[in-house]
């Protein structure tokens, strides 16, 4: 659980979110900003890649599995509360 909050996590998904906030803004008069459901899918998968490296690297890092890393964060999550950020 830790992992979730250092900054190796923290830092990469704050940054993608702030640079591409803007896309998801309600207001569509914003110039120059694609605002269309393709563009959302596009950062959607953009989104689960850097979750996915992020995650690869740990499992490297720690010697562990994707699956024992899931285990572990299904494990935390039962038995302590978890904010929605860490989820």
């Not at 803004?25 to 605002?35: E, F, H, L, Q, W």
Request: glycine share 4%; charged share 25%; with cysteine.
């Amino acid at each position: 659980m830790e992992f979730l909050r250092s900054g190796l996590w923290q830092i990469p998904i704050s940054e993608f979110i702030e640079q591409h906030s803007i896309v998801f803004d309600r207001d569509s008069t914003v110039v120059g900003v694609p605002c269309s459901a393709d563009s959302h899918q596009a950062l959607y998968a953009e989104f689960q890649r850097i979750v996915r490296d992020l995650l690869e690297a740990h499992c490297l890092d720690g010697g562990t599995t994707h699956d024992q890393l899931m285990e572990a964060l299904k494990s935390t999550e039962q038995t302590q509360e978890l904010s929605s950020k860490e989820r």
